[in-house]
């Protein structure tokens, strides 16, 4: 590998869950949830982000303690709720015990810039600099009638251009009340709206987002978009997202703001598919976070539900154990959530141009660290039930003194349990406390070892 830079960083904040906008009033999401900080903490320093399409159907900001409007109308799996500034407070507590940041959205559903601003306002003033973003609305180019959500919020021919006159009505409102506040958006799934926002004048400081779910074919669509263990695997979807992603970097980049993809996973398609809950999207999960990095984007957000294990949506990074609706207050992690934990711990860095040979379902990455250490990444996604160990040779930018690894493994692609970090079912220890790679030898540049298949290897070299 080389010293020289790519010229991206991996942010320490780069991997965060995505949750529904309703879920700022979910009493078990509090600091005093001693397994909600745990799970939270194990992936490193993460970004909340409240939006979803919860947030112009069902979601309702009062200040004053209005009682739920009757139009505002949810299920028992996707209920209806109101928030107010102790639901703000209670947020703002877990955040200080994790230190992680936030980011809110406002409706624009329900077309109120006023209570837009009056949200923003109380969440600048309890979450201080935590809060680093608002999104206006969710997937606004789905706002149309259309065939995936039968409530529709706006009229047929609704447009970016559209958008962009509520979105600017809004954050002129906001910018009276939180002036420092950057917003976010458009946070669709269609590229074409990225060009009206990134031209959009607004006097806050802008962030380019957008949302991708790279196999949500469901039961239509492309072959190569369908939820398989074989798309999932495959390296075209690997190439495919770092090409989508590259795409909205440089519209962003010319615009001179960040680049978020502040609501992505596997597939958007409803229940379960042969991808879920399994050591595969795990794998999956550690190098799409990894590579997008690398092409430029500074914060990934996981969408994820607060409903129980049993009976939640599958795609989940995290959920509540306990019966269908129930839960106990215990959060659990799912398999896909030991892969980010993988990239939360690396903690940051800027990363290294690297020379590979070998090829196949192999990914690697190299970052230098601000204190000059290099810290080198290997995601061997290739099948544990069926490959064998390959053999790797490592050739640092310097002669490393001491050396740390960190590993995860599992049995196979499908199995849903038994994800283990170093052996445990954990997040990764601290470095100081990581054991040194097999075979390292200090002094030598060059370094040979032998790397198992379907694992993702974190290693530090300090010289």
Request: hydrophobic share 35%.
């Amino acid at each position: 590998m080389s010293s020289d830079k790519v010229g991206t960083k991996l942010s320490s904040t780069q991997v965060g869950l995505s949750l529904e906008s309703t879920d700022l009033a979910e009493p078990l999401l509090s600091g005093d949830n001693a397994s909600v900080v745990a799970t939270l903490k194990g992936l490193g320093k993460p970004m909340l982000r409240f939006g979803g399409n919860s947030v112009d159907r069902r979601f309702f900001w009062t200040s004053t303690g209005e009682a739920l409007p009757a139009s505002y109308v949810g299920t028992k799996t996707l209920p209806a709720r109101a928030v107010g500034s102790d639901d703000l407070k209670r947020i703002n507590g877990l955040l200080e015990k994790t230190d992680a940041n936030i980011s809110l959205s406002v409706n624009l559903g329900d077309y109120n810039p006023e209570r837009a601003a009056d949200l923003v306002k109380h969440g600048a003033e309890i979450f201080g600099k935590r809060l680093v973003a608002v999104t206006i609305g969710n997937e606004p180019n789905g706002f149309a009638p259309n065939m995936v959500l039968a409530h529709a919020l706006r009229p047929n021919g609704y447009t970016a251009a559209d958008f962009g006159k509520e979105a600017k009505a809004y954050a002129d409102a906001m910018y009276k009340v939180a002036p420092n506040v950057p917003i976010s958006g458009p946070g669709t799934y269609a590229a074409d709206w990225a060009s009206a926002w990134v031209d959009l004048d607004l006097k806050q400081p802008k962030i380019l987002t957008f949302h991708n779910y790279p196999l949500t074919g469901c039961t239509t669509g492309l072959a190569a978009d369908q939820p398989t263990m074989d798309n999932l695997m495959a390296p075209n979807t690997h190439d495919r997202s770092i090409n989508y992603h590259s795409s909205f970097v440089k519209k962003g980049n010319a615009a001179n703001m960040p680049i978020w993809v502040d609501e992505t996973g596997i597939s958007a398609c409803v229940g379960g598919n042969e991808t879920t809950k399994t050591y595969a999207s795990a794998l999956w999960s550690a190098d799409y976070a990894l590579g997008s990095a690398q092409v430029g984007v500074s914060q990934l957000d996981f969408h994820s539900s607060l409903i129980t294990c049993k009976g939640g949506p599958p795609m989940s990074v995290v959920c509540f154990d306990g019966e269908y609706l129930k839960p106990t207050g215990e959060m659990q992690p799912r398999a896909n959530y030991f892969g980010l934990s993988m990239v939360g711990a690396i903690g940051g860095g800027e990363f290294l141009k690297l020379q590979n040979d070998g090829g196949g379902l192999a990914y690697s990455y190299a970052l230098q660290q601000a204190d000059g250490s290099t810290t080198v990444v290997l995601i061997n996604q290739n099948n544990p039930e069926t490959a064998a160990q390959t053999k790797v040779t490592l050739k640092l930018p310097n002669i490393p003194a001491t050396a740390t690894m960190t590993q995860m493994t599992g049995s196979s692609y499908s199995a849903q349990d038994g994800v283990a970090i170093d052996g445990e079912a954990g997040a990764p220890k601290a470095d100081s406390e990581r054991p040194a790679p097999m075979n390292f030898k200090p002094g030598q540049q060059s370094q040979t070892f032998s790397l198992t298949a379907g694992t993702v290897t974190v290693m530090n070299f300090k010289y």
